[in-house]
């Protein structure tokens, strides 16, 4: 990453992002350790209402670090994957486990990874939409 420039990361931005990002993973895994039964458990449409509100507390928490950083909005979708992959590689070891690191039978585990998987789709889908509101020239 060049040292002078405004619109790539800085070394301790590269380094903040996945940590803070890892945290919003951890955050999770403690909340469906917890409660992932009822999460999970109870249907479509608590797995839907589960989903619409991972994706938001994602977008929420990226919104929020984008401000405190001052980052550069034209630099969104490569911050998102910067937050998201941490919790991408430690999600699929916890697939793995599911029952041990969920306590989730493992019929639940599709319902499971869809809620993942839409909270991280929302996330790109929302940085992708920030950058692009701040681009110049259309695609």
Known sequence: MNKGSKTTPSRLGAAIYPAIGLGVWLNGAVLFRMGGRALFASGPAVAVLTGLGVAAAVCGVFRTTLSWRRADPRNAVAIAALMATP?????????????????LDPNQAATFASVIFFGNGALFAYALAIQLSRAKAPL
């Open 87 to 103: 919790g991408l590689f430690a999600e699929s070891l916890r697939m793995l486990l599911l029952h041990p690191a969920t306590g």
